[in-house]
């Protein structure tokens, strides 16, 4: 089993739909990143969390340090979000490395 | 925040060549991080460099296929030797122990 789980594998959506990416993870951490590539492959992160909620534009990110499980939700989405999301944890053991899920591939429709 | 800029941003090789990836970030960073993604896979750590020292590897991962230079805290190279078609992937640089920053990516096609 993965450290690190993500779900669903593939999302596809219309536009305005919102959206839902769960990740649980079975490792202590220090820190939850959520993560966003593009088709060229580059990575942008988006969110760095340790407790709560963040909220950025039309993406929020919720943390559930118990559960150990955290969501990414985007609103009114938009086929510009079309991407992939990529979970990732910072391990409390393993030196400060980032443990990675295999990623969500969102697709919006127009 | 840093700013990472890596080149080349994608190469086609020939098998049994190198490509040398290069990354200079925007201020100096004390760790930078080298991950392969393979064709629908997540990112895997190759290496981490650290200044002035020995970049530590990953198990699965070697000096000798994966030699990577650190002569300052804002740049870095990752060496991929005689390449084969297996060593099709991106590679991606990143820096930051907080925020994670990444490189645009190393799209490497291996024929």
Redesign the interface.
């Known amino acids: 089993k993965n450290e690190v789980e993500q779900s669903p594998q593939n999302l596809t959506a219309q536009e305005g739909e919102f959206i839902t990416i769960n990740c649980s993870y079975s490792v202590g951490i220090s820190?939850l990143?959520w993560?966003q590539q593009h088709p060229?492959?580059?990575?942008?992160?988006l969110f760095?969390l340790s407790s709560g909620k963040k909220k950025h534009g039309r993406l929020i990110a919720t943390i559930n340090i118990q559960e150990k499980h955290s969501s990414l939700h985007i609103t009114a989405s938009h086929p510009r979000d079309s991407a992939v999301y990529?979970c990732?944890v910072?391990s409390l053991q393993g030196?400060?490395?980032?443990v990675?899920?295999?990623?969500t591939r969102l697709t919006i429709n127009p | 925040s840093a700013v990472i800029s890596q080149k080349p941003s994608r190469d086609i090789c020939q098998r049994g060549t190198s490509l040398t990836i290069q990354c200079q970030v925007d201020s100096q960073v004390t760790m930078m991080f080298w991950y392969r993604q393979q064709p629908g896979q997540s990112l895997t750590l190759i290496a981490t460099a650290n200044q002035g020292s020995e970049a530590t590897y990953e198990s699965g991962f070697v000096i000798d296929k994966f030699p990577i230079s650190r002569p300052n805290l804002t740049f870095s190279t990752l060496t991929v030797s005689n390449m084969s078609p297996e060593d099709s992937s991106i590679y991606l640089c990143s820096a930051g122990t907080e925020v994670a920053f990444f490189g645009q990516g190393t799209r490497l096609t291996v024929v």
Do not use: P, W
């Not at chain 1, 060229?40 to 992160?45: A, Q, R, Y």
């Not at chain 1, 030196?95 to 980032?98: M, N, R, T, V």
């Open positions: 820190a990143h993560l060229g492959g580059g990575i942008v992160s760095m990529i990732a910072r030196a400060q490395k980032l990675f899920g295999q990623g």
